[in-house]
């Protein structure tokens, strides 16, 4: 064995160099070295199997960073969405500078549009107390900006209620049906005279429809739009008698006609009354119409009948009560012996007008 450093020839057990002191590497030493260099000298010859492998593992390799930065992509946009979202909730709470007292403590802060939300929910009134930011003290909601939507409610409510009143009807002049209509307005029809006592209504919950004399609109009071007992322009209540029909036809018949003839001489009467209540032209004189009666044995009824149903036509009232033209029926039914049904015609307006007009 030589020493690798100085050279000298040493025995083959030798561990160290006698002359320098060199650590010395037995053989098996050697031995394992040189195993070693051939294993790594098999690798290295292997190399060309490895690097085939590798490259496989290269391309799977790419295929997940392929996959990987597809998958960051939706993060990504997750990212950039919850930064929005985080930017709009921080606008959103710059804008909540509302607040209002509750219970003596103060409550917020709010947005305008929550704050409407609390209008609209009834938690929050006019009178509540409310305060933002720039205001120097605290002040009524109906003082403040907010008060719009107060106005803005009150207006809703006020559409819903009319919504819900309008349920009347009514036909008008060509049969045709107009509405719905609020109470008031139907009133307010009936002062311009565009709904007369005759006309026909109906509203909700009626049966059929009825004659606007027989319906609730007759019973309001004068003065707010209701009908009463004044004629046009005249101060003075009209009083007229009404009379039981009925009654009127018994006692005619009973009396054998006796009770007829100041049955007679009562329309007479009533409708010059009414007549000249509104300073308009009036009839023949009820005592002389009795007597012209008796005298043509009838005859005069027929022209009595016809005269006095063109008297009760032209009466006007201020409630728009409207009285029907029955002259010529009545005139036709005492032509044919039937005048007692002609009273009853005209006997039935008057007691019409004294309780609708």
């Given at each position: 064995?030589?020493?690798?450093?100085?050279?000298?020839?040493?025995?083959?057990?030798?561990?160290?160099?006698?002359?320098?002191?060199?650590?010395?590497?037995?053989?098996?030493?050697?031995?394992?070295?040189?195993?070693?260099?051939?294993?790594?000298?098999?690798?290295?010859?292997?190399?060309?199997?490895?690097?085939?492998?590798?490259?496989?593992?290269?391309?799977?390799?790419?295929?997940?960073?392929n996959n990987s930065e597809s998958l960051d992509e939706p993060n990504e946009e997750?990212?950039?969405?919850?930064?929005?979202?985080?930017?709009?909730?921080?606008?959103?709470?710059?804008?909540?500078?509302?607040?209002?007292?509750?219970?003596?403590?103060?409550?917020?802060?709010?947005?305008?549009?929550?704050?409407?939300?609390?209008?609209?929910?009834?938690?929050?009134?006019?009178?509540?107390?409310?305060?933002?930011?720039?205001?120097?003290?605290?002040?009524?909601?109906?003082?403040?900006?907010?008060?719009?939507?107060?106005?803005?409610?009150?207006?809703?409510?006020?559409?819903?209620?009319?919504?819900?009143?309008?349920?009347?009807?009514?036909?008008?002049?060509?049969?045709?049906?107009?509405?719905?209509?609020?109470?008031?307005?139907?009133?307010?029809?009936?002062?311009?005279?565009?709904?007369?006592?005759?006309?026909?209504?109906?509203?909700?919950?009626?049966?059929?429809?009825?004659?606007?004399?027989?319906?609730?609109?007759?019973?309001?009071?004068?003065?707010?739009?209701?009908?009463?007992?004044?004629?046009?322009?005249?101060?003075?209540?009209?009083?007229?008698?009404?009379?039981?029909?009925?009654?009127?036809?018994?006692?005619?018949?009973?009396?054998?006609?006796?009770?007829?003839?100041?049955?007679?001489?009562?329309?007479?009467?009533?409708?010059?009354?009414?007549?000249?209540?509104?300073?308009?032209?009036?009839?023949?004189?009820?005592?002389?119409?009795?007597?012209?009666?008796?005298?043509?044995?009838?005859?005069?009824?027929?022209?009595?009948?016809?005269?006095?149903?063109?008297?009760?036509?032209?009466?006007?009232?201020?409630?728009?009560?409207?009285?029907?033209?029955?002259?010529?029926?009545?005139?036709?039914?005492?032509?044919?012996?039937?005048?007692?049904?002609?009273?009853?015609?005209?006997?039935?307006?008057?007691?019409?007008?004294?309780?609708?007009?």
């Amino acid at each position: 064995m030589i020493c690798p450093k100085c050279g000298k020839e040493l025995p083959e057990d030798a561990k160290f160099c006698l002359e320098c002191g060199t650590p010395l590497e037995s053989k098996e030493s050697e031995l394992e070295n040189n195993e070693v260099e051939e294993v790594v000298q098999g690798v290295v010859i292997d190399e060309p199997e490895t690097q085939e492998v590798t490259e496989d593992e290269i391309e799977a390799k790419d295929e997940i960073e392929n996959n990987s930065e597809s998958l960051d992509e939706p993060n990504e946009e997750k990212i950039v969405q919850e930064e929005a979202e985080e930017k709009e909730d921080e606008e959103v709470h710059s804008n909540k500078i509302w607040y209002y007292v509750s219970n003596n403590q103060s409550i917020g802060p709010f947005s305008v549009e929550e704050m409407e939300e609390l209008i609209e929910n009834k938690t929050i009134y006019g009178n509540t107390y409310v305060w933002k930011s720039g205001l120097k003290d605290w002040i009524y909601l109906k003082n403040s900006d907010l008060a719009i939507y107060l106005q803005k409610e009150e207006a809703n409510k006020k559409t819903e209620t009319t919504s819900e009143d309008a349920s009347w009807f009514y036909v008008n002049s060509s049969n045709q049906q107009m509405g719905p209509f609020t109470e008031e307005e139907m009133v307010q029809f009936i002062k311009e005279g565009i709904i007369t006592a005759n006309t026909y209504v109906w509203k909700s919950g009626m049966l059929d429809w009825i004659h606007c004399k027989e319906s609730t609109l007759f019973s309001r009071p004068s003065g707010d739009g209701g009908f009463n007992n004044f004629a046009n322009g005249n101060t003075n209540k009209i009083f007229i008698e009404t009379r039981s029909i009925p009654v009127c036809i018994v006692l005619s018949l009973v009396t054998c006609g006796i009770y007829n003839l100041y049955w007679i001489y009562r329309l007479a009467k009533d409708t010059n009354t009414l007549n000249a209540a509104q300073q308009k032209p009036v009839g023949q004189d009820a005592g002389m119409v009795v007597l012209l009666y008796i005298v043509t044995c009838g005859l005069y009824g027929i022209y009595f009948y016809w005269k006095v149903g063109k008297l009760v036509k032209q009466l006007q009232f201020e409630n728009g009560y409207y009285v029907e033209d029955n002259s010529l029926v009545m005139m036709l039914l005492c032509i044919f012996g039937l005048g007692l049904i002609s009273n009853c015609i005209l006997q039935s307006t008057l007691n019409d007008i004294q309780r609708y007009a």
